[in-house]
Structures are given as structure tokens and as C-alpha cells.
């Protein structure tokens, strides 16, 4: 906030921001003639476009009073790559370069407000950027500045003898003369009353702590151990330092990745930097079950010849995509324990030696080659030993408690020193690093400085030039480490093109990356003839300081923008038209020595000015893509700087009826999925706000991953510590296997490919096990009963499961009925797991099966007992029935039913279901409750099983039993909830903002059930759709963390008990007996049967086309009471579009091209033809959402000052309890087509088809007929 005063009139208090493109009408409206003269004829659009730091002042009443643009280069016919040496041969030798310049592109600003805007935007500038030192503004023949700059700019004196060549003069401001570099000195006890107030106002604790006076003793206190340093401006203490050379550097070392910083010590002969040979690992004395062992692989655990190792492994392993169902399963197990994945954006390219004293220090950046290594690996996730640990013959492992990870051992002399004490006047804390160059020269021989801050402590712009350390996993240290290196002071950062000589520095730069044979392949290209041999450019540039090359990237032209266009959101970050296709690069190698990781961003925005570039972009493929597609990239170390940028939902287009006009086939074409990210240059001078709160979500259900994957995608948020705790990780992992999806039914919330394209992997830490307890008061996570995963805010989300059912133990020989039951078939079931018997709940657990049946069932004759009446029990019964299992081996035993309804909730579907099982001769069982396995003793195999019912009980052979009885929470959750004394009433109880009785712990999803003050007993979670209620938890939370929304640090008061509801609709769907493809979209609700539903007066109506198994096929869809679609239904032996249907829920029958009344006129036979036809793509488009709601706003917005909107104008006639009559529809019409809100409307349409009219060309634009 500032304020600045006009020659006449009030003064106004500004707001400083970034421009935004919908800044520029307003922008536009401030144009004078001075402002063409001085600038010329520009689009603004393309100006804030392009701009490299745009600024813009407003008023608190959002009004626009002055903005200007900043480029990387000068507004005049020179090369934007080469203007530093036009601008010596023109003004002789000067201290400015491409670090530490900017241009005025453009200024604007009120008349009035002119001078007070300019000096307001100058020193925002300066401010933002602190390595900024010179502004230039260059200026036509036969122009002046406005008086307004001419006050702050000073022209420059051309070098005698240049040619002139720029066509006008050059201006400059210098950043002395607005914001100064801070003078820093010692402290001295005189400076405490001018710090106390600093001190006072951000933190009472040192005061409460050690006294009035602690600032004078500490100043007082300083040795050669330990300094204090002060700030001044104007004769006056504005900020404080205090640094100490006494290090905990051997802590350091044990809780943080320090190997490629040497553990803050300097080299010794007598360091051990490579774990010893491990010997070979014991078996184990008792049976390990999967899920329940751990390992900690973090980045420094593995030699050079364990890499060596799996490197051969993976050569041998069978690639992905395998022959045949069976291979693939068979071949992606994997002998590796459950371990801890660090994420992939924490990953650093730390190959580049670190100068000391002149000297080359010894690389020890293992921990970041083992990571890539792992993250490009072509391991499945699924292990071998985790299905033979079920049949009773456990693998040799190494268990956790017995694993020891290696952590590097350094005895040199310390080289680091601490800040332990920091505080500056906010009005300077842009300038905090000016401190650094006098710290380093109290401690010269020390390289490294530290600071250690706490997690919830928010990043403050002096850690903005420091390198955040890794965490080892796990490491419970409540802090942060960050960590500056001397050399990171060197001004002489240099980025040029790279050429043939830079080979030797590029080979120590990357020698220890992963796949840097491929970075030097394409540098070796780039150097030869500066394209690929297909013709594609490639550009190659160094970062250089000191003469030694500190920095490499690869980037080639994008030639598949138009696909990443219509598969990613990224004209969420740009203005496509705005940019050529030339403009747009893609990023496959970028190394940078980490010591100048703080100048990532600078390097990226010398590649967009030298390379002529605009945008990059950058692919990560999940894991199981083929080798050599992943290959062509290595990870970047400028991950972090990039925004992840989400894909959208495609149309399946009926390609034989559009024929011609149909898109083209760059946007067709099938490509492996990958996450994209993205930076641009608007984004290269942006900065990320860094949270370093610890969250913690238990349980990869659609709920947690829906909630990791709206905090990771926060474009403006870089969350650095996401942690997800689950028994089989990440979920998306695994090869695409078409049989292992079908074993459950689908919520459509995500699949395969929208896995692979969140790649959250990337952002979040996954720790593969199962929460045995948490400590509330530790504000610790237990895993699997031995490892700490501390949290600051917890998020419980690991859904209810199926569970072993437990027999009731009746007397089958005395015809005990289900009425007559001694236990409760609902009671938990506490002995060992029968190797045979599976419950599924992921695709983990499907793989675990399919491969335990192809390699141990399908050779015998033995029957399958399917326990459940659940949509999943269905699915799992058609996949025994494609595997090749004959469906006279197949029992499905039912359960009496608890709900009123079935899992379809259609009697016509049930009736097909039940057809088609008998038809592939299933025996179906209804009624049956599981009452003893074989004989009733404790079973390791299940051999046969008993079951009660209301009359006969029955016995059955059992070869495998696979049970969907009943979801539950899981035990081991139970347990820890309960213990944690977090309130649980049958499911773990929150309230309507997801939190517990503890503020730090969170719950969402199936396990939770709302307080009872809400008198909602029967609503929960599970009535909603989870991907829905997983983004709503995610603004709950984001109120903490996002500096842009309103701060809630309490929950807030409920004054009306009021739970909130969810829009979205709730989906289920899968492969049913009979090979029937099922899919079901309705509104959230609670379960009501079907006929009971009808029975309401306001039902509205149902419309059929065909039968199940007939033809046409069966098709429901119900129209509520307002026409608009409120339910889907279909059932169909022929595949079918799901994701095209699924958009059809809440739409008005009308854009259905008047459904209702077509139905009735019998001219729609068949609704699965009728919405395959082209008139309706548009329809199934992912912004037409966004298109329905900007004509929504244009019809309840006032078109001007007093005058009614149209919403107010339909008010005004129609009566809510009277129906409308023809003449007030007359009427209403009139005024619509009168107003110009139909014209206005058809605008937005015709805009909407345009824009989007690579995915839409099917429809005729005005002029083509």
C-alpha cells in the first residue's frame, strides 16, 4: 500500500499487482497521444502477454490509476538475443546486462496521478525484483518522455563514434536513487531501541523469553564465534542478523540429503560418502503379509554399484507392455519392499562441482542420480513376494526394523556458519539479502550459510535466494533447512548458446545425472548442425560463472502444440492467439549447479530472449511408458519453477459419421498420456508463496487423491511437504491391464489416464503402509507400526473397505436360519487371512488376485465362491468369466440385503443381470449368510464353505473365495482413530468444514459421518461425489495457506448448523454378466428405491428407448420436474461413449435439440443413436460449462445504470405459485429479443464455436452458406 497525491484533489492509497489481461480495456481507456508517440501503435493484449514483469495500480475501489510494462529487452529493431552488444558499441561499457535490466515497454496512468504512479510503479519494480538495477527507456526521434518519466529517467550519453543505430536515445533509472542497497554494518547496543519496535511487531516470544533487553545482551555477547549485524537507512536500524559458526552439522547431515554440499564440511581423506556392500539379507522367521513391511529408500541408500544393479535389472526386466494379460501381471512384481517415494519435483541436479577457496570441490551427489533412477525405472509396482508371501513361503527380505540406511559420514573441518537471529522492517525485507556479503566476509573460510526455520513459519524473501535441503525419509526434525552457498553472490551469471568447447564442463556438470548420455548426445547434435536429423530445431544454452559452465538446457521447437492445446489447460496461463508457433519450446534437459538454484528462473527467462521463445513445456510419463519415449527427457531441476497444468476431457467423436469434418488429425492422434508443465514468460519474474506445512492425507481414495491433486495444481502455491500415507501408494501406478480394471465397478472419478496425467508422484511423498496410530499431541503419524510420519494438519480419507467376513459359526446341522444366528455376521474377524480368499479394493489388490488365479486356479477345476451383492461382486463375477473360468465353477452367494434398494436400483437391470448369469451357467444363491469355512476350525485354505439362510443352509466347494460382503473402516484405522480419542460414532464423526475434535486433524470421505447437532443422520459423505468433495476440502484448507483468499486460522462459528451439499452427480459404472456395459449418473441423494422415487408428486418424468439385450438397447434417462436431465441410465452389450453421456446430467431437455417433444412425436427410436449424432458434440465439450455460464451472467446482469437484467424483467411477470400463460411467454420473448440479450447471447455462441473450433469444426460458421 501506498499513497500518492495529484496536483488537485484527494489523495488516493494504491495497491500494487501484477497486470492480468483482463486489465486492458481499462489500461486502453488511459492511452493518450503522448503515450502513441512515445510507445507507438501497441496491442496491449500482447504487451501484458509478453511482459516479463507487468504492474498495474489500483485504488481500493478496484479502479486502474497507472500500469507499465518491463520487457528483457529494448522496444527497437535489434535481436532481443544480441541487444547487450549493441548496446556497448552504442553507450560504451556499462555495468548493465540481461541480469540486472529491464525495459519500459509501456506507461499509462490518469493525467492526474501521472507522477505519483511512475515513481509508485519504479520502486514496485525494484522491489519485486532485488538483482534489478537499471531501468532503460528508449525513446523515438522527435519524442520526450512524459514529464511524469522524465523525472526519474535521465538520458544517457551516446559513446563517441557508435553509428546511432537505435533511432532514438535511451533513458535510465537507477535503483540507488528509488529502493538503495542496504548498508550493513555491526550492530551496536545504541541500535536496540531503533530494533525493539521491529522485533515488537512481528514477535512477543524472545520479549517473553529472555527480557526487555535480550537485543543489548546479544549485541553486547558478539565474538569471533558470533557476529551481529544491523541494516541501517537514514541513520536509523531497519533490520537485524545474527550469525554464529556453531553448527550442528553431523544433525544436519542425519536428517537432511546434505551429500552434494559434503555435509556442511569441507573434504577429508578419512569421509565415507558410499555405503558399504550390503550383505545378503536373512529370511525372515515368520510370514510377512503384504502392506505390512517398509522400507525407507531415500536418495543416498544405494553405491554406485547397487545403481549398476538396477540398471542391468532393468535391461533383463520384459517391458510393459506385455504379450498377453498374464505376462504383464506376471512380469511387473518386484522384489522391493514397500518404501518411502520421495517426490519428484524434490529431486535436485546436483552433479555440478561447488567452487571452494578456487578449488574443485569432490562430487558426492549420489542421492539425487538414485532418485531419477528410480523415477525413470520400468518397475511395476506390484511384488511377487507379496502373493507367494500368501501362499505360506515368504521371500528372503530384509525387514525395517533391521534395515539400517546409510547416511555419509564427514570429519573435515565445518564450513558452514548459522543465521540464528533475522528481522527486518517489512518495508525492506526485499532487500534482505543485502546481509549475505557481509556475513561471508566475518567468516571467510566458511562457504556455506544456514538457517533452520519451523514448518508453519510462511518463506520469507530472504530464503528466496537460499536452496531448500531435502528432507531424509523420514525425518521428524521440525524444521526447514536452507542453505546458501558463497559463490551464489557472484554477479557474472552468464547464459549464452552453448558451442562445442563447453563439452568438457558439461560432461562434470552432468556426470552423475541420470541419462546424461542423452544430454550430451543431443548437445553433440545441437553443436553439429543444430537440428535433428527429422528437421526439428534444437536449441542448446550454457550457464556460465567464473568460466566454469554452472548450467545446461536443451530445448527443441514444440511441434505438437496444437495437441497440447486441445488435451491441456494452458490458455489458463496464456492467450494462445497471442503467441507464435515458433514461440512455443519443449524443455527435455535443464542441469543447474544448485548453488545457483535461486537464478533458475533467470536462466529460464535468458532461454526464452535468446531462443526467441514465449512458452515451455515439459512432459512427465508415469513409470510403465516404453523406455524409449521417457528417455528423451531427463528431470529437471526447474521443476518447481514450472506450473503443472491439468488435461482436459476429451469427446469421442463418431469419426465414421463426421467423415471430412471431423478435427484434424494433430488433435486426434493417440499419444502415451503425460503430465504437462508449463512456465511462460509472464511466469519467469513470479513467485511461488512456499508452504512448508507438513500435510498428511491417509488414504489414496478418490476423496485424498482429489484433495492432493487441488493443492498441487494451485499455480500460485508450491506445497513442499504432501505426504500420502497408503498401503500400496500411489494409485495409477501400475501398466494399463484392461482385465484388472474391470474386476471393480467405476466411480468415474479417475482411471488410468487421468492417473497418468496428474502425475502426482511429482508433489507428493508417498509412504507405502498403513496407519497403526496417530499421536495427537507428538502430532505424529505411526505406519505399520514403527515409522514416525509427523504431520501439522492430518487428513483422514481412507474410505471404508471390504473386509473379511466372519462366520457366524452356526450349527448347519441343526438348520439354524438366519434368524436363529449366534454371531453377527458383522463382527470382525480377527484371525489369519485364508491364502484363498481375496477382497478387493484397488487395483493392487485386483492385480494380486488375477495373477494368483492365472498361475494357481485356472490349471484346477476348482469352484469360486463370490460373496456380495454389491456392483463389485457383479464386476468380479464377468472378469472370472473372461479370464476363461467356466461359469458352472463360478457360486455367487448373495447376502440378505440392508438397503431398501439394490446396488442398480432398476428392476429391468436386475432382471438382466440375473438372465445373464444364468445364462453362463453361474449358480446364484440368494439369501446366504456365511457361516463356517471347512470344518469351522481355523482355516489357512478354504476348502468349502457353509452358509445359513431363511430356510436350508447350504455347503459349497471353494477353490478361491472372494469377498464383497460388506464395506467397513479397516481395523487398524479403527484402532488408531479410537485411540487417538478422536470421536467416533460408527464412522469417525466432523463437521460440516471436515474437522474432528482435534483442529488439526481433518476427515473426508466414506469413513466419516457428520455431528449429530446437524440432525443429518442418514447423510454423509457417501452420499456425494467424492472427486467433488475432495475439491471442496481443498478450499476449506486452502483458507490457511492462500495469501489471495480470506486467512481463517479458526474454524469459524456455525450460526445455522447447516450441512453443505454437493452440485456434481454421483456415477457408478463397469462390466456386468452378460458382457453388459453399465453406467448410471444421478443426482447425490440418499438411496430411495426406484418406485418409491415415482411415487413423489414432483418425480417429474422418465423416457425409454429399447431393452436390456434387445435392440435397441436399454437407455433411461429421467427429466425432473424443471425438464432438466436428472438421471441416466444404460445398459448395453456394445461400448459406448461413458464420458460424452456423463455431460448430459443437468442439462435443460432443450438443449438436448428439444428431446421432450422429438420423444414424443416418436422420432427418437433409439437414445444411444440419437446422442451419437454430431448435432450434439458441442454439448460433451469441456468449457461448454464455462459457455453456459457466461450466458447465465449475461441474463441476470444489468445491461446499464437503472436498468432491469432480465432475471428481474422474468420476475416481474411471471408469479412462482401461477403457471405461465402464452401471453406473458409472448411478452417475455419480446423483451428478450428487444433487449439485445438474444443478440448478445447468439454472440456468445458463435465466440464459443469459434474458439473452440479445433475440437468443434463439425459446425458451419456464419459466411459458409
Known amino acids: 500500500m501506498a499513497t500518492i497525491a495529484p496536483k488537485d484533489g484527494p489523495p488516493e ?53 497507472g500500469h507499465a510494462a518491463f520487457f528483457d529487452y529494448p522496444n527497437t529493431d535489434v535481436d532481443s538475443a544480441t541487444w547487450e552488444t549493441w548496446f556497448q ?168 540429503e546434505l551429500g552434494a554440499l559434503h555435509g556442511l564440511r569441507k573434504p577429508h581423506p578419512s569421509d565415507q560418502v558410499s555405503p558399504p556392500e550390503t550383505p545378503p539379507p536373512e529370511a ?50 518386484s522384489g522391493d519392499p514397500p518404501k518411502v517415494q520421495s517426490k519428484l519435483s524434490d529431486a535436485q541436479l546436483t552433479g555440478a562441482s561447488l567452487l571452494s577457496d578456487g578449488e574443485q570441490m569432490e562430487e558426492v551427489a549420489r542421492d539425487a542420480e538414485d532418485r531419477e533412477s528410480q523415477i525413470s525405472s520400468r518397475k511395476s509396482s506390484i511384488k511377487e513376494e507379496a502373493v507367494q508371501s500368501r501362499l505360506g513361503s515368504p521371500p528372503p527380505f530384509t525387514p525395517m526394523r533391521t534395515q539400517k540406511r546409510f547416511v555419509p559420514t564427514y570429519n573435515g573441518p565445518l564450513n558452514a556458519f548459522s543465521i540464528q537471529l533475522f528481522c527486518i522492517d517489512e518495508r525492506y525485507e526485499m532487500r534482505s539479502g543485502d546481509f549475505l556479503a557481509t556475513c561471508f566476509s566475518l567468516f571467510p573460510d566458511l562457504n556455506f550459510c544456514v538457517i533452520t526455520v519451523p514448518h508453519l513459519v510462511p518463506e520469507f524473501p530472504l530464503l528466496q535466494r537460499f536452496m531448500r535441503v531435502t528432507p531424509r525419509c523420514p525425518s521428524t526434525l521440525p524444521q526447514e533447512l536452507y542453505v546458501f552457498y558463497k559463490a551464489g553472490l557472484l554477479k557474472d551469471f552468464k547464459v549464452r548458446p552453448a558451442c562445442t568447447k563447453d563439452t568438457a564442463g558439461v560432461e562434470n556438470l552432468v556426470r552423475s545425472i541420470h541419462l546424461n548420455e542423452n544430454i550430451l548426445k543431443d548437445l553433440q547434435q545441437f553443436n553439429k548442425a543444430r537440428r535433428d536429423e527429422d528437421g526439428t530445431e534444437i536449441q542448446a544454452f550454457v550457464a556460465e560463472c567464473q568460466g566454469q559452465i554452472v548450467g545446461l538446457s536443451v530445448i527443441r521447437r514444440e511441434e505438437n502444440i496444437e495437441y497440447i492445446r486441445s488435451h491441456y489447460n494452458i490458455e489458463d496461463f496464456i492467450y494462445y492467439n497471442h503467441h507464435k508457433r515458433e514461440d512455443h519450446g519443449h524443455l527435455h534437459h535443464f542441469a543447474l549447479n544448485p548453488i545457483f538454484s535461486h537464478l533458475s528462473k533467470y536462466f529460464i527467462k535468458e532461454i526464452f530472449r535468446q531462443g526467441h521463445k514465449s512458452c515451455l513445456y515439459y512432459p512427465l510419463y508415469p513409470s510403465y511408458i516404453p ?100 498401503p500400496h501408494g500411489m494409485p495409477g501406478e501400475m501398466p494399463p491391464d484392461e482385465l484388472r480394471d474391470q474386476m471393480l465397478g467405476r466411480s468415474f472419478c479417475y482411471d488410468q489416464e487421468s492417473y497418468a496425467k496428474t502425475s502426482l508422484r511429482t508433489w507428493v511423498n508417498v509412504v507405502v503402509g498403513k496407519m497403526t496410530a496417530c499421536d495427537r499431541k507428538k502430532k505424529v503419524v505411526v505406519v505399520n507400526g514403527n515409522t514416525l510420519v509427523p504431520y501439522d494438519h492430518l487428513v483422514m480419507c481412507m474410505g471404508q473397505q471390504y473386509q473379511v467376513p466372519a462366520p457366524t459359526e452356526a450349527d448347519i446341522d441343526m438348520g439354524t436360519t438366519n434368524s436363529e444366528l449366534p454371531n453377527s455376521p458383522d463382527r470382525r474377524y480377527l484371525k489369519p487371512q485364508p491364502k484363498n480368499l481375496f477382497t478387493v479394493n484397488d487395483e493392487y489388490d485386483a492385480a494380486v488376485a488375477l495373477y494368483w488365479l492365472e498361475n494357481y486356479f485356472l490349471k484346477s477345476n476348482r469352484k469360486a465362491i463370490v460373496y456380495g451383492c454389491t456392483l463389485d461382486a457383479y464386476c468380479c463375477v464377468q472378469t472370472l468369466i473372461a479370464m476363461g473360468i467356466p461359469g458352472e465353477n463360478i457360486q455367487l452367494v448373495e447376502p440378505p440385503s440392508i438397503y431398501q434398494s439394490t446396488c442398480f436400483n432398476d428392476p429391468k437391470i436386475d432382471d ?155 456415477i457408478q459404472g463397469g462390466i456386468l454378466p452378460g458382457c453388459y456395459y453399465y453406467l448410471h449418473v444421478a443426482k447425490p ?24 439385450g434387445g435392440k435397441p438397447d436399454y437407455f433411461r434417462i429421467h427429466i425432473n420436474q424443471y425438464n432438466n436431465v436428472e438421471t441416466l441410465t444404460c445398459l448395453t452389450k456394445q461400448a459406448f461413449p461413458c464420458e460424452n453421456f456423463i455431460c448430459l446430467y443437468g442439462l435443460h431437455e432443450r438443449f438436448l435439440n428439444n428431446m421432450v417433444s422429438r420423444f414424443n412425436e416418436k422420432l427418437i427410436p433409439d437414445f444411444y443413436e440419437f446422442f451419437r449424432e454430431t448435432w450434439c458434440l458441442a454439448l460433451y465439450h469441456d468449457r461448454f460449462s464455462d459457455f453456459r455460464d457466461e450466458v447465465r451472467e449475461l441474463l441476470v446482469t444489468s445491461p446499464g445504470v437503472g436498468m432491469d437484467s432480465i432475471e428481474d424483467k422474468v420476475r416481474e411477470v411471471v408469479d412462482e ?26 454472440t456468445r455462441l458463435l465466440s464459443f464455436l469459434s474458439y473452440n473450433y479445433y475440437h468443434l469444426p463439425m459446425y458451419a460458421k456464419p459466411g459458409m452458406v
Request: with cysteine; hydrophobic share 35%.
Open 284 to 333: 525372515p522367521t515368520e510370514e510377512e503379509r503384504p502392506g505390512s513391511k517398509m522400507s525407507e529408500k531415500s536418495s543416498s541408500s544405494i553405491n554406485s554399484k547397487a545403481e549398476q544393479t538396477d540398471g542391468q535389472m532393468d535391461e533383463r526386466k520384459p517391458g510393459s507392455q506385455a504379450s498377453s494379460g498374464q505376462n504383464s501381471r506376471a512380469g511387473s512384481m
Open 912 to 1066: 438382466a443381470v440375473k438372465q445373464a448369469l444364468v445364462s453362463s451357467g453361474v449358480q446364484v444363491h440368494s439369501g446366504y449368510i456365511l457361516a463356517h469355512w471347512n470344518d469351522g476350525d481355523d482355516v489357512s485354505e478354504i476348502t468349502s464353505a457353509s452358509f445359513t439362510s431363511s430356510k436350508t443352509p447350504l455347503t459349497l466347494e471353494c477353490g478361491v473365495f472372494f469377498a464383497y460382503y460388506k464395506r467397513a473402516v479397516d481395523t487398524d484405522a479403527f484402532k488408531a482413530i479410537n485411540d487417538a480419542c478422536l470421536v467416533y460414532d460408527g464412522k469417525l464423526v466432523i463437521d460440516a468444514a471436515f474437522h474432528t475434535n482435534d483442529v488439526s486433524v481433518r476427515g473426508a470421505g466414506t469413513i466419516t459421518k457428520y455431528q449429530r447437532k446437524y440432525h443429518a443422520e442418514q447423510w454423509s459423505h457417501a452420499n456425494f461425489n467424492s472427486k467433488e468433495v475432495g475439491v471442496h476440502l481443498a478450499t476449506e484448507m486452502l483458507r490457511l495457506f492462500d495469501p489471495t483468499l480470506d486467512q481463517q486460522t479458526a474454524p469459524p462459528e456455525e450460526s445455522l448448523n447447516l450441512i453443505p451439499i454437493y452440485r456434481n452427480p454421483k
Open 1217 to 1242: 405459485d401461477v403457471p405461465m400463460n402464452d401471453a406473458q411467454k409472448k411478452q417475455l420473448l419480446e423483451i428478450y429479443a428487444s433487449s439485445g440479450s438474444k443478440r448478445a447471447v447468439e
Open 89 to 256: 558499441e552504442t553507450y560504451g561499457d556499462q555495468p548493465s546486462n540481461a541480469l540486472n535490466s529491464l525495459f519500459m515497454h509501456y506507461f499509462v496512468a490518469k493525467p492526474e496521478y501521472a507522477h505519483g504512479c511512475a515513481r509508485e510503479i519504479i520502486r514496485t519494480a525494484f522491489n519485486a525484483v532485488p538483482d534489478l538495477h537499471f531501468l532503460f527507456l528508449l525513446v523515438p526521434m522527435g519524442a520526450y518522455p512524459d514529464s511524469s518519466l522524465d523525472e526519474i529517467f535521465k538520458q544517457m550519453d551516446k559513446k563517441e563514434g557508435s553509428s546511432g543505430a537505435s533511432k532514438g536515445a535511451v533513458f535510465v533509472c537507477h535503483r540507488h536513487n528509488h529502493v538503495p542497497v542496504l548498508h550493513v554494518r555491526k550492530a551496536r547496543v545504541e541500535d536496540h531501541d531503533d530494533l525493539t519496535p521491529i522485533f515488537n511487531r512481528q514477535s512477543d516470544m524472545l520479549k517473553m523469553t529472555y527480557g526487555d533487553y535480550f537485543l543489548a545482551e546479544l549485541i553486547e555477547a558478539q565474538d569471533d564465534h558470533m557476529h551481529c549485524l544491523v541494516a541501517e537507512v537514514d541513520g536509523s536500524a531497519i533490520g537485524f542478523m545474527s550469525i554464529s559458526n556453531d553448527v550442528n552439522a553431523d544433525l544436519l547431515n542425519k536428517c537432511f
Open 627 to 726: 523406455k524409449e519415449t521417457v528417455d528423451k527427457h531427463s528431470l529437471v531441476s526447474a521443476l518447481n519453477d514450472m506450473v503443472p497444468v491439468r488435461a482436459r476431457r476429451q469427446i469421442t467423436y463418431p469419426l465414421e459419421k463426421l467423415g471430412i469434418n471431423a478435427p484434424s488429425e494433430r488433435v486426434l492422434k493417440e499419444k502415451e498420456c503425460y503430465a504437462l508443465n508449463h512456465i511462460n514468460r509472464k511466469l519467469v519474474m513470479e513467485p511461488k508463496v512456499t508452504i512448508n506445512a507438513r500435510i498428511v492425507v491417509v488414504g489414496a481414495s478418490d476423496v485424498g487423491i482429489s484433495l492432493l491433486e487441488a493443492l498441487a495444481y494451485c499455480p500460485h502455491l508450491r506445497f513442499n511437504n504432501l505426504t500420502l500415507i497408503s
Open 1085 to 1108: 441423494g440418499l438411496d430411495v428405491p426406484l418406485a418409491t422415487q415415482k411415487e413423489q408428486p414432483d418425480y417429474g418424468k422418465e423416457y425409454l428407448t429399447g431393452s436390456p
Open 13 to 65: 492509497v494504491v495497491n500494487a499487482r501484477r497486470t492480468e489481461s483482463l486489465d486492458a480495456p481499462h489500461i486502453l481507456n488511459l492511452v493518450q497521444d503522448s503515450t502513441k508517440t512515445l510507445f507507438g501503435r501497441v496491442n496491449v493484449v500482447d504487451v501484458i502477454e509478453k511482459a516479463v514483469l507487468a504492474v498495474t495500480l489500483c485504488n481500493d475501489r478496484e479502479e486502474i490509476l
